[in-house]
C-alpha cells in the first residue's frame, strides 16, 4: 500500500528539537534530529529512556509542535494528528472498552471518514482475520489477554492503511513469550502488506529483530548517534566482526562510560 | 558511602543443595471433584436482591417491634399501620395522583438540569474559559442548598410549576457537571490521543470518546443529581405547601401531619423511599449492567 515514489523518502525528519514544560523546567527532549524514512520500511528509533523517542513519535504523530526543524509526510508539513499516521500505543487501555473488537476498528474507519456501513464492516473484518482474531470480533476488551489487545490495536491501525504505522513500545507491557510472538506475527504482517513502520523501542534484540534500519538516539537530550541497517539476524559486521547487537551496545555504552567519567572528574 | 548493611545473623550463608525432580501431572479426576455446584443456601446467598430483600425485612420487623412496645400512634406507628394507610392512600387514588405530580415535575427538572449540565460540561472541555467559568459556577452554587432559593423564585417565578423546576435544575445541574467534568478530566491520555488520531474534534470527540469513557462518573452524578431532585422537590412541598396548584407527595406528607394523621404521613415517606429504591435497584441498576460493567470498566 506504501509504494516507494521513486527515490523521495515518505517521512522527513529534518534538524528536530523538541522541548516541553514541566512544573519547573524546561525540558529539551531531542536536538536537531534528522532522519528519513522511506516506503516499507520497518525504520526502528533506538535508545536509553530519556533519550527523547516517544517524543520524537509523539510529535511526527503532531500531538506536539516542534521548537525548531521540520516533518514532512509525502512533501506536506506535519501540522496535526491525522489518520495517515496512526499509532500503536504501548498501554493496553488503548482500546475502547465500550466497544467490541469489531466495532473498535469500525470506530477507528468511520470517525476518520476513511469508510462507512457494509465496506467498513468488511474492512475490519479483513484485518481482524490477519491478527487471528476472527473469533473474537464480537467480544469486548477488558476479556482479551494484553497480547491479544495489542493485537486488535495493531488491526485497528492497518485496517486505516496508513501512510506510515507509528508503534510506540508496542510490546513493552506484554510477557517475554508473548512478545516475542507477537514480534514475529509483525513480521509476518508486514511481508503480507509491505506497510511503512515507525517502531520506538528501548530493546537492542527487538530493534535488531524488526528494524531494516535503526535510528540509534543517545539521552539527555536525544541526538542522532547514526543509523544502522539489520537483515533481522544479528550477523556479524564483515569489517569488525562484531554481531550488530554488540556494536548496538557498545554505542549505546560509549555514553554511559563517558557520563560517569565526567560524573568523577567533575 | 554511607553505612547499609544488613545485619545477616538469623540467615545462613547459602540455602542446602536438593535433588532435582520431575514428575508426570495426575489427571484432575484421580484427585476428586475440581468443580462442584453451590449448596442451595449459597446459590440464594450469592443474590443480591435477595440479601437486601433480607435487610429491608429485618429493618421492618425491628420497627414494628419498636412501634409496639412504644404504642404511641402519634409518635410512632407500627409498620403495619402505615401499609395500611399505604394501601389505603393506594387504594382511593391519592398517592398515587401525588406520585404521578410529584415524578412530572421532578422529571422535567431532572432533564432540563441535564441537559445544562451537558452544556456546561461541553463548553468546559473545549476551552479553558469555559472550564473556569465551570469551575467557578460549580464551586460557588453547588454548597448552596436549592430550598434556599425558593423564596427568591416565588418571586420571580410566582407559585406554580416554574418555581419549583427552577430549584430543581439548581439542585441537579451543579451535582452532576461537577461528576461529569471530573469524569471527563480523568480519562486516559491514551485515549485521548486515540480520538484525535482518528481525526476527531470538538463536539464528536465529547461525544465518541469523552462520554463514554467518563460513564462511570456520569453515572454517579445522574444519581447523585437524582436524589438531590427529590430531596429539593419533597422539601419545597413541605415548607412552603402547595406552590403547584395540585401538589405532590411532600404536600401529602405536610396534610396529614396537619390532620394529626401520623400513619398517612408514614405513608407518604414510606412512598418516596419506595420510589427511591425502584429507581435505584431496577433503572439506575440496568444501565450499569448494560454499560459500565458490560465494557469492564467497574465490577
Same mark, same amino acid.
Given at each position: 500500500?506504501?509504494?516507494?515514489?521513486?527515490?523521495?523518502?515518505?517521512?522527513?525528519?529534518?534538524?528536530?528539537?523538541?522541548?516541553?514544560?514541566?512544573?519547573?523546567?524546561?525540558?529539551?527532549?531531542?536536538?536537531?534530529?534528522?532522519?528519513?524514512?522511506?516506503?516499507?520500511?520497518?525504520?526502528?528509533?533506538?535508545?536509553? &529512556? %530519556?533519550?527523547? !523517542?516517544?517524543?520524537?513519535?509523539? #510529535?511526527?504523530?503532531?500531538? /506536539?509542535? $516542534?521548537?525548531?526543524?521540520? +516533518?514532512?509526510?509525502?512533501?506536506?508539513?506535519?501540522?496535526?494528528?491525522?489518520?495517515?499516521?496512526?499509532?500503536?500505543?504501548?498501554?493496553?487501555?488503548?482500546?475502547?472498552?465500550?466497544?467490541?473488537?469489531?466495532?473498535?476498528?469500525?470506530?477507528?474507519?468511520?470517525?476518520?471518514?476513511?469508510?462507512?456501513?457494509?465496506?467498513?464492516?468488511?474492512?475490519?473484518?479483513?484485518?481482524?482475520?490477519?491478527?487471528?482474531?476472527?473469533?473474537?470480533?464480537?467480544?469486548?476488551?477488558?476479556?482479551? &489477554? %494484553?497480547?491479544? !489487545?495489542?493485537?486488535?490495536?495493531? #488491526?485497528?491501525?492497518?485496517? /486505516?492503511? $496508513?501512510?506510515?504505522?507509528? +508503534?510506540?513500545?508496542?510490546?513493552?507491557?506484554?510477557?517475554?513469550?508473548?512478545?516475542?510472538?507477537?514480534?514475529?506475527?509483525?513480521?509476518?504482517?508486514?511481508?503480507?502488506?509491505?506497510?511503512?513502520?515507525?517502531?520506538?523501542?528501548?530493546?537492542?534484540?527487538?530493534?535488531?529483530?524488526?528494524?531494516?534500519?535503526?535510528?540509534?538516539?543517545?539521552?539527555?537530550?536525544?541526538?542522532?548517534?547514526?543509523?544502522?541497517?539489520?537483515?533481522?539476524?544479528?550477523?556479524?559486521?564483515?569489517?569488525?566482526?562484531?554481531?550488530?547487537?554488540?556494536?548496538?551496545?557498545?554505542?549505546?555504552?560509549?555514553?554511559?562510560?563517558?557520563?560517569?567519567?565526567?560524573?568523577?572528574?567533575? | 558511602?554511607?553505612?547499609?548493611?544488613?545485619?545477616?545473623?538469623?540467615?545462613?550463608?547459602?540455602?542446602?543443595?536438593?535433588?532435582?525432580?520431575?514428575?508426570?501431572?495426575?489427571?484432575?479426576?484421580?484427585?476428586?471433584?475440581?468443580?462442584?455446584?453451590?449448596?442451595?443456601?449459597?446459590?440464594?446467598?450469592?443474590?443480591?436482591?435477595?440479601?437486601?430483600?433480607?435487610?429491608?425485612?429485618?429493618?421492618?420487623?425491628?420497627?414494628?417491634?419498636?412501634?409496639?412496645?412504644?404504642?404511641?400512634?402519634?409518635?410512632?406507628?407500627?409498620?403495619?399501620?402505615?401499609?395500611?394507610?399505604?394501601?389505603?392512600?393506594?387504594?382511593?387514588?391519592?398517592?398515587?395522583?401525588?406520585?404521578?405530580?410529584?415524578?412530572?415535575?421532578?422529571?422535567?427538572?431532572?432533564?432540563?438540569?441535564?441537559?445544562?449540565?451537558?452544556?456546561?460540561?461541553?463548553?468546559?472541555?473545549?476551552?479553558?474559559?469555559?472550564?473556569?467559568?465551570?469551575?467557578?459556577?460549580?464551586?460557588?452554587?453547588?454548597?448552596?442548598?436549592?430550598?434556599?432559593?425558593?423564596?427568591?423564585?416565588?418571586?420571580?417565578?410566582?407559585?406554580?410549576?416554574?418555581?419549583?423546576?427552577?430549584?430543581?435544575?439548581?439542585?441537579?445541574?451543579?451535582?452532576?457537571?461537577?461528576?461529569?467534568?471530573?469524569?471527563?478530566?480523568?480519562?486516559?491520555?491514551?485515549?485521548?490521543?486515540?480520538?484525535?488520531?482518528?481525526?476527531?474534534?470538538?463536539?464528536?470527540?465529547?461525544?465518541?470518546?469523552?462520554?463514554?469513557?467518563?460513564?462511570?462518573?456520569?453515572?454517579?452524578?445522574?444519581?447523585?443529581?437524582?436524589?438531590?431532585?427529590?430531596?429539593?422537590?419533597?422539601?419545597?412541598?413541605?415548607?412552603?405547601?402547595?406552590?403547584?396548584?395540585?401538589?405532590?407527595?411532600?404536600?401529602?406528607?405536610?396534610?396529614?401531619?396537619?390532620?394529626?394523621?401520623?400513619?398517612?404521613?408514614?405513608?407518604?415517606?414510606?412512598?418516596?423511599?419506595?420510589?427511591?429504591?425502584?429507581?435505584?435497584?431496577?433503572?439506575?441498576?440496568?444501565?450499569?449492567?448494560?454499560?459500565?460493567?458490560?465494557?469492564?470498566?467497574?465490577?
Amino acid at each position: 500500500m506504501n509504494a516507494p515514489t521513486g527515490s523521495a523518502p515518505l517521512l522527513q525528519v529534518e534538524g528536530l528539537t523538541l522541548q516541553y514544560k514541566t512544573e519547573k523546567h524546561l525540558v529539551t527532549a531531542t536536538y536537531r534530529v534528522s532522519f528519513d524514512v522511506y516506503g516499507a520500511d520497518r525504520f526502528v528509533v533506538l535508545g536509553p &529512556s %530519556g533519550c527523547g !523517542k516517544s517524543t520524537l513519535l509523539k #510529535a511526527v504523530g503532531g500531538y /506536539m509542535a $516542534p521548537t525548531e526543524g521540520t +516533518m514532512r509526510l509525502k512533501g506536506r508539513p506535519i501540522r496535526e494528528p491525522g489518520a495517515d499516521r496512526v499509532f500503536v500505543f504501548q498501554e493496553f487501555d488503548q482500546l475502547l472498552p465500550w466497544k467490541t473488537v469489531k466495532q473498535n476498528v469500525i470506530f477507528a474507519l468511520q470517525s476518520s471518514g476513511k469508510l462507512h456501513g457494509k465496506a467498513a464492516e468488511a474492512q475490519a473484518m479483513r484485518y481482524i482475520e490477519k491478527v487471528n482474531l476472527a473469533k473474537f470480533a464480537n467480544a469486548y476488551p477488558h476479556t482479551l &489477554s %494484553g497480547g491479544m !489487545k495489542q493485537r486488535v490495536a495493531i #488491526a485497528r491501525a492497518l485496517a /486505516m492503511e $496508513p501512510d506510515v504505522l507509528m +508503534m510506540d513500545e508496542p510490546f513493552a507491557a506484554l510477557d517475554a513469550l508473548t512478545r516475542r510472538k507477537m514480534q514475529e506475527e509483525l513480521l509476518a504482517l508486514w511481508s503480507e502488506t509491505r506497510f511503512t513502520v515507525l517502531f520506538v523501542t528501548h530493546s537492542i534484540p527487538e530493534a535488531v529483530l524488526i528494524g531494516n534500519r535503526i535510528l540509534l538516539l543517545s539521552p539527555h537530550p536525544g541526538q542522532v548517534k547514526g543509523e544502522l541497517n539489520s537483515d533481522g539476524s544479528d550477523r556479524a559486521d564483515p569489517v569488525s566482526g562484531h554481531k550488530l547487537s554488540d556494536r548496538i551496545h557498545q554505542l549505546l555504552f560509549a555514553d554511559r562510560i563517558e557520563e560517569q567519567e565526567i560524573v568523577h572528574h567533575g | 558511602m554511607a553505612e547499609t548493611h544488613i545485619s545477616a545473623a538469623q540467615w545462613p550463608a547459602a540455602p542446602p543443595v536438593r535433588p532435582e525432580y520431575l514428575r508426570d501431572v495426575v489427571a484432575s479426576g484421580d484427585i476428586g471433584v475440581v468443580q462442584k455446584p453451590l449448596t442451595l443456601w449459597q446459590q440464594l446467598f450469592n443474590q443480591a436482591w435477595l440479601r437486601k430483600t433480607f435487610i429491608l425485612v429485618l429493618i421492618a420487623a425491628a420497627w414494628e417491634i419498636y412501634a409496639r412496645q412504644l404504642n404511641n400512634p402519634l409518635l410512632v406507628p407500627t409498620f403495619s399501620a402505615t401499609l395500611e394507610a399505604f394501601w389505603a392512600g393506594i387504594a382511593d387514588g391519592e398517592i398515587l395522583q401525588k406520585v404521578a405530580n410529584s415524578v412530572q415535575l421532578l422529571l422535567k427538572g431532572y432533564a432540563l438540569g441535564l441537559a445544562l449540565a451537558l452544556i456546561f460540561t461541553a463548553l468546559a472541555m473545549m476551552s479553558r474559559i469555559g472550564n473556569d467559568l465551570l469551575e467557578t459556577l460549580t464551586s460557588a452554587f453547588n454548597p448552596l442548598p436549592a430550598i434556599a432559593l425558593l423564596p427568591l423564585a416565588l418571586i420571580w417565578f410566582g407559585l406554580g410549576d416554574l418555581s419549583i423546576i427552577f430549584v430543581l435544575v439548581h439542585s441537579v445541574l451543579w451535582a452532576v457537571a461537577l461528576n461529569t467534568h471530573s469524569g471527563f478530566r480523568s480519562v486516559s491520555n491514551t485515549l485521548r490521543m486515540v480520538g484525535r488520531n482518528y481525526g476527531l474534534k470538538g463536539l464528536g470527540y465529547i461525544a465518541r470518546i469523552l462520554i463514554p469513557a467518563a460513564f462511570p462518573s456520569i453515572l454517579t452524578g445522574l444519581k447523585i443529581g437524582w436524589a438531590f431532585a427529590w430531596r429539593t422537590l419533597i422539601a419545597a412541598e413541605l415548607v412552603f405547601g402547595v406552590s403547584s396548584g395540585k401538589g405532590g407527595l411532600g404536600w401529602y406528607i405536610y396534610e396529614n401531619k396537619n390532620m394529626l394523621d401520623i400513619p398517612a404521613v408514614f405513608a407518604g415517606l414510606f412512598t418516596v423511599i419506595l420510589i427511591g429504591l425502584i429507581v435505584e435497584n431496577f433503572i439506575f441498576r440496568n444501565i450499569e449492567a448494560a454499560t459500565v460493567r458490560k465494557w469492564g470498566m467497574q465490577s
